[in-house]
């Protein structure tokens, strides 16, 4: 059974780099896409961007200029690097995983910034 | 972009009763489109996949059907396990989520 487990800080302040890390147990990061998921309190689901194994990545076109991610497949891994944080990205972020249909999903994490 | 709208925004049925929620795309999008669940509290959980393809283990209760811009999904009998936010969302390009529609027991 896959699973992702986000972890990063739950606190960054203004300005400042959001990170977080998914990772991945229970099968293979190789051959999949990717995704980051976010969603404000009260909210609905704003897709961030994704990121296949080999690196290959698309961003939402709001946030493009602000997002990077990486993968790591030696450690089963992908990250979230979102800069220049504002009090509007607070949001509990979940990453998950595929092509077309998102069949797995963390937990999700809250990021507040402040 | 493609924008994804939903109607309604939140209904409330009794148990037993036929849902249904509709979900309009800005653009022909084919048959690129999935709808999740999502409980309270929970992370989205996929239950129809390509517009009308039940995902695994997902109870037959749930169905979709559409293409083009114009989607449906229904609930032919409405369970207390079923109060949740719906989302449809499209895969033509990137990815958009619609805004939801929370369902609630009356």
């Known amino acids: 059974q896959v699973q992702l487990q986000e972890s990063g800080p739950g606190l960054v302040k203004p300005s400042e780099t959001l990170s977080l890390t998914c990772t991945v147990s229970?099968?293979?990061?190789?051959?999949?896409?990717w995704t980051w998921i976010r969603q404000p309190a009260g909210k609905g689901l704003e897709w961030i961007g994704r990121?296949?194994?080999?690196?290959?990545?698309n961003y939402n076109p709001s946030l493009k200029s602000r997002v990077t991610m990486s993968v790591d497949t030696s450690k089963n891994q992908f990250s979230l690097r979102l800069n220049s944080v504002t009090a509007a990205d607070t949001a509990v972020y979940y990453c998950a995983r595929g092509t077309s249909g998102l069949d797995y999903w963390g937990q999700g994490t809250l990021v507040t910034v402040s | 972009d493609i924008q994804m709208t939903q109607s309604p925004s939140s209904l409330s049925a009794s148990v037993g009763d036929r849902v249904t929620i509709t979900c309009q795309a800005s653009q022909d999008i084919y048959i690129f489109l999935n709808w999740y669940q999502q409980k309270p509290g929970k992370s989205p959980t996929l239950l129809i996949y390509d517009a009308s393809n039940l995902e695994r283990g997902v109870p037959s209760r749930f169905s979709g059907s559409g293409s083009g811009t114009d989607f449906t999904f229904t609930i032919s009998s409405l369970q207390p396990e079923d109060i949740a936010t719906y989302y449809c969302?499209?895969?033509?390009?990137?990815?958009?989520f619609g805004p939801g529609t929370k369902v609630e027991i009356k």
């Open positions: 229970g099968g293979s990061i190789s051959s999949y896409w």
């Open positions: 969302q499209q895969y033509y390009n990137l990815f958009t």
């Open positions: 990121i296949y194994s080999s690196g290959s990545t």
